[in-house]
């Protein structure tokens, strides 16, 4: 055999190989926080049909991993925050959640990582103990793999952006100073040591929706266009907002010795919808932002980022379904591809081939600049009726600080005899222009809305907020 037909076998393999394994590297985060979503079996059918290479689930339900068993999916299933300090505390536990939520499974169903718990470095009751316990957890479920052989299983945990100090510049990325060399340094050996890999959530939506006026909403979209951004410490040039958020994280965990250690978004999207306050939450918007993210990540060869560039970077998109249980404002209940009746809320396949006639979208969103004029929180109209949850959300309401209700007292401008509804409103008005600044929402388990139209009456005036 001549050096030419080596040189040609060799490269005929490498392409050969590189379609196969990294021609699509894009799954979809499957969760369930809904009351209404489809059935498992029906649920694959619409991954499938979204050109999906993998699947993540937020745990390891038993009706799930049995119905995607013999398909092609890769998936990544999680140990759920409240099991891991039983995991971390003997082995034998370890032991036990694989028998039960695994082996009964693999390999029929293509098992490729274990989570060990959910964002567990941002929000969490009993968070320093977990921080503590997390790679002792991980450790035992790697040991229990190897007892098992299951060498190709790996093992890591995932994070959102808040893990980190700073991320701006990139070449400022720093990881928090409570967590930083007590946690996650072990956690990044554990990991590097394991070859696995960093699970990040990261999302444009957020810093741009929180400062619309400093971030071009292109810049945060993927739209890569003429804006640019020029690190002036590392030099490197950015033209879009997802490569800085990545690339401050690459940059963090080089601070702490592992430069080369695997990044994976475990979640990214857009949401579709959301309250009047909620900017740039429409259906444009969102194809805009998955379709972009989309052709990034599955250009061939691989861009990576300007840190890391030309490598494969894996990506679950947020989310399958609509989650209408989901807390939080509008937003929250509103990331998904598909509406729980099946319908794709916006044409979008995660192999990057959609056809001509399908990217057809509606016309822009017209909440994309902050709403300027006054907005009041009041109930929502079909929640008028659920007396026992208004009650405890206005007492809620009222609780907060004295003077909140003072007009809904018997004989006060805005008391109206046995009108609930009326009061709650009052009251979530109230609470909402009061404390809005401190965090607060207008949520209340789904029973508040933000309207534009004054609720006033008489001489009762409701508190309102300019954004
Ligand atoms: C691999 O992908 C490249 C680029 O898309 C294509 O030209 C080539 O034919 C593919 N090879 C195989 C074996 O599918
Ligand atoms: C870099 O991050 C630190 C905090 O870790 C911050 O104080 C500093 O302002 C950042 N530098 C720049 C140039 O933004
Ligand atoms: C990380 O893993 C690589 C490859 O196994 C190894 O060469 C390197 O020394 C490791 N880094 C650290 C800081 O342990
Ligand atoms: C950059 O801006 C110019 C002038 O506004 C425009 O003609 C050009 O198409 C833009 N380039 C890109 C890549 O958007
Ligand atoms: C599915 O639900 C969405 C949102 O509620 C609705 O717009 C759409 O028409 C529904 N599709 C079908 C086939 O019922």
Request: aromatic share 12%; with cysteine.
């Amino acid at each position: 055999m001549n050096l030419f037909s080596v040189l040609f076998l060799f490269s005929f393999f490498v392409l050969v190989f590189s379609n196969a394994t990294i021609s699509n590297t894009i799954g979809i985060n499957y969760g369930q926080l809904g009351n209404n979503l489809p059935s498992p079996s029906k649920s694959i059918q619409l991954i499938n049909s979204l050109k999906a290479s993998s699947v993540k689930i937020y745990d390891a339900n038993p009706q799930i991993l049995s119905s995607l068993s013999g398909t092609k999916f890769q998936v990544y299933i999680m140990v759920p925050n409240e099991q891991i300090l039983q995991i971390s505390s003997n082995k034998g536990f370890a032991d036990d959640w694989l028998r039960t939520n695994l082996l009964p499974f693999y390999p029929k169903t293509n098992i490729r990582y274990i989570l060990v718990g959910n964002e567990i470095f941002s929000t969490n009751q009993n968070q320093q103990l977990i921080w503590q316990n997390v790679v002792a957890a991980m450790e035992s479920i790697q040991r229990s793999l190897i007892t098992h052989k299951l060498f190709h299983i790996k093992v890591s945990t995932t994070h959102a952006m808040d893990v980190l100090q700073s991320s701006f510049p990139p070449s400022n990325g720093t990881f928090r100073s409570d967590i930083s060399v007590a946690y996650i340094e072990p956690l990044l050996g554990f990991l590097n040591k394991s070859k696995s890999s960093f699970f990040l959530d990261v999302y444009t939506y957020f810093p741009w929706s929180t400062s619309p006026n400093d971030i071009n909403l292109d810049y945060a979209l993927l739209n890569q266009g003429n804006i640019t951004y020029t690190d002036p410490v590392s030099k490197l040039t950015y033209t879009n907002l997802l490569d800085q958020m990545l690339d401050s994280v690459i940059f963090a965990m080089k601070k702490l010795g592992y430069p080369d250690l695997k990044l994976t978004i475990a979640e990214t999207g857009w949401p579709t919808a959301g309250d009047i306050d909620q900017i740039g939450a429409n259906i444009y918007n969102a194809a805009t932002y998955n379709r972009n993210l989309v052709q990034k990540l599955s250009a061939k060869p691989p861009v990576g980022t300007p840190a890391r560039p030309g490598v494969v970077i894996p990506a679950f998109l947020f989310a399958l379904f609509n989650e209408n249980q989901k807390p939080g404002p509008t937003t929250e209940r509103n990331w998904g591809l598909f509406y729980p009746n099946g319908t794709q809320v916006f044409k979008i396949k995660l192999d990057g081939k959609l056809s001509e006639s399908d990217k057809k979208l509606p016309a822009p969103g017209n909440n994309n600049a902050p709403y300027k004029g006054k907005l009041w929180c009041v109930v929502a109209k079909e929640m008028e009726k659920n007396s026992p949850e208004l009650k405890s959300a206005l007492t809620y309401a009222c609780g907060q600080r004295k003077g909140t209700c003072d007009a809904i007292k018997p004989g006060k401008e805005c008391y109206k005899q046995g009108n609930l509804a009326l009061q709650a409103s009052y009251a979530f008005a109230s609470y909402w222009a009061k404390f809005k600044r401190l965090g607060a929402t207008c949520y209340f388990n789904g029973l508040g809305v933000l309207t534009a139209k004054d609720p006033s009456f008489g001489s009762c005036k409701f508190p309102s907020l300019r954004l």
